[in-house]
């Protein structure tokens, strides 16, 4: 049974920092494309980043330059550094797979999803 399992959130001041990490259980997911989406206060889940296997990362604009995702195979983790944080980055922050070395901004791309932690920037 896969599991993925996120933690790291928390309140934050404007400004601030938090690191989340999504441990991956089941099976192995270094050959597949990690996600990070959120979803804010009566808004749609939104795509926040991905890591593919070669990887190649991508962001959506509003967090470029802010956060980072990374991955420690050996750990079968994700993680996402934010930086700067901004009241807009309060959410509840999910990580997804893929079941493919690749994957995009699309919800669709992905397999599997965590419960999420939530993210709480005061201003």
């Known amino acids: 049974q896969v599991q993925l399992v996120e933690s790291g959130g928390g309140l934050v001041q404007a400004g601030g920092s938090l690191r989340l990490s999504c441990v991956a259980s089941?099976?192995?997911?270094?050959?597949?494309?990690m996600g990070w989406f959120r979803q804010g206060p009566g808004k749609e889940r939104e795509f926040v980043a991905f890591?593919?296997?070669?990887?190649?990362?991508g962001y959506t604009d509003s967090v470029k330059g802010r956060f980072t995702i990374s991955r420690d195979n050996a750990k079968n983790t994700v993680y996402l550094q934010m930086n700067s944080l901004k009241p807009e980055d309060t959410a509840v922050y999910y990580c997804?797979?893929?079941?493919?070395?690749?994957?995009?901004?699309?919800?669709?791309?992905?397999?599997?999803w965590g419960q999420g932690t939530q993210v709480t920037v005061s201003s």
């Open positions: 997804a797979a893929a079941s493919r070395p690749w994957a995009t901004q699309r919800l669709t791309d992905y397999t599997y």
């Open positions: 089941g099976r192995t997911f270094s050959s597949n494309a």
């Open positions: 890591i593919r296997s070669d990887i190649n990362t």
